[in-house]
């Protein structure tokens, strides 16, 4: 399912431009557009999921699969050894400013 007024569905459909490092089926990975950390990517699914808030069990593949991403694309960053962080942030009080879920990398 996928929101024609959302941004990352947006992004996801190339309707807007964004540095997109990765995608399949069911994933899309992008820079931030305003990074926090020398690696700053975005992994976000194609389907419009708002927040965890809205999470349910059939979305239990998909949160596998952006971790599993996440650790692809940390490899091809070189930054395994030196590690990283993930983050989704849930709601307007945890800072969350795009209701379309994404793990930041
Ligand atoms: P959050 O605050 O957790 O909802 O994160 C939203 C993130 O999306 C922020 O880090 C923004 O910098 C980023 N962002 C907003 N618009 C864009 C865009 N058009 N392309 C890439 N990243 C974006
Ligand atoms: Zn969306």
Known sequence: MS???????RIARREIPAKIV?????LVAFWDVN???PT???IIPR???PSLNDLE?????????VHLLARELARAEGI???GWRVVMNCGADAGQ???HIHLHL
């Open 57 to 65: 069990p059939k979305h239990r593949d998909v949160i596998g699969d």
């Open 3 to 9: 929101d024609p007024s959302c941004l990352f569905c």
């Open 97 to 99: 400013t795009v209701f």
């Open 80 to 82: 395994t050894s030196g």
């Open 40 to 42: 700053h990517i975005l």
């Open 47 to 49: 389907d419009h999921i």
């Open 35 to 37: 990074p926090q950390a």
């Open 22 to 26: 990765h995608e399949d089926d069911g």
